[in-house]
């Protein structure tokens, strides 16, 4: 038995969920999410509890029990308190200004990259060098950061670009260090 699959997710006061065959529902404070499930597998609402569990355990109902129990504890982790990746910008005049409902990037390119925010996403400044990202689906908040990341990684010389809050980058010994 899946050891994550087992385990019953908790709605929360003030979190609605709907089940109608293999589509989930949830409601709450921050939004609405709403997915679609592999119809094998079994969903219950009972108490307050929601419920996964799998009919087999041939080797594709083993993999699809632990991700829908985990999909669905993120739907209702985001509609209540919501998901947030943080970006920060390093290197000698990169910024981040607010442009819209989007960004603009100043990161070492003759011109200012512009980025747009999807729906569903928040892009918060916080300074000039500090982003948040925020939203209620863990996954569009996960792929936002990485596109933004990827106007300008960091690189292993002088570490300059935008890392994530917290990310290591290793550092590599230049030329003047390699010949001394």
């Known amino acids: 038995m899946s050891r994550v699959g087992k385990q019953p997710i908790p709605v929360p006061d003030g979190v609605t969920v709907s089940l109608e065959g293999t589509r989930v529902t949830v409601k709450g404070p921050k939004g609405e999410l709403s997915g679609s499930f592999d119809p094998e597998l079994a969903i219950a609402l009972e108490d307050g509890v929601i419920n996964v569990s799998r009919p087999t355990d041939q080797p594709r109902h083993r993999s699809l029990h632990g ?3 985990t999909l669905i504890a993120n739907m209702v982790q985001g509609v209540t308190d919501g998901f947030e990746k943080t970006l920060e910008i390093h290197g000698v005049g ?3 200004l607010k442009k819209g409902s ?5 990161v070492g390119f003759s011109n200012p990259v512009a ?3 999807p729906e569903g996403v928040e892009l918060v400044i916080e300074s000039p060098t500090l982003l948040h990202v925020r939203g209620t689906d863990k996954q569009q908040v996960g792929e936002t950061a990485a596109r933004i990341r ?3 990684p960091p690189e292993p010389y002088k570490g300059k670009g935008i890392r994530y809050r917290g990310e290591h980058v290793r550092r590599k010994a230049g030329k003047a260090a390699a010949s001394a």
Do not use: H, Q
Not at 102 to 106: H, K, V
């Open 67 to 69: 991700l829908t129990r």
């Open 94 to 96: 990169y910024r981040v």
């Open 102 to 106: 989007g960004i603009e990037l100043s």
């Open 115 to 117: 980025f747009a925010a």
């Open 150 to 152: 990827k106007v300008r």
